[in-house]
């Protein structure tokens, strides 16, 4: 059974840190690109960072850069998201997906958690 546990969420002032993990199980991690996603109320869910199956390559969402780092443990089965400097607007529910897309046939293997919450407010 596959599982994407979030934990780390909380409240925080302007200016603070957190740090989100995601545990996973039920499928072979370290063959799966993992991302973050977020989603304010009244709004869509938006990417935030993603680190490619090695962790060597990183993308974020331009409002983020700087501010926010990816990360994973292929043995520990685990990606991190680091928070720092947050702002009000970074308030979300923020999730953990984990995919894959086969070169060959074009399936698409994608695994979502369940989300945790973060507010940043004073």
């Known amino acids: 059974q596959v599982q994407l546990v979030e934990s780390g969420g909380g409240s925080v002032q302007p200016g603070g840190s957190l740090r989100l993990s995601c545990a996973t199980s039920g499928f072979i991690f370290s063959t799966y690109v993992m991302r973050w996603y977020r989603q304010a109320p009244g709004r869509e869910r938006e990417l935030v960072a993603a680190?490619?199956?090695?962790?060597?390559?990183?993308n974020y969402a331009d409002s983020v850069k700087g501010r926010f780092t990816i990360s994973r443990d292929n043995v520990k089965n685990t990606v991190y998201l680091q928070m720092n400097s947050l702002k009000p607007e970074d308030t979300a529910v923020y999730y953990c997906?984990?995919?894959?897309?086969?070169?060959?046939?074009?399936?698409?293997?994608?695994?979502w958690g369940q989300g945790t919450q973060v507010t940043v407010s004073s």
């Open positions: 997906n984990a995919l894959k897309l086969q070169i060959v046939g074009g399936a698409r293997y994608e695994y």
């Open positions: 680190t490619a199956v090695t962790g060597v390559s990183t």
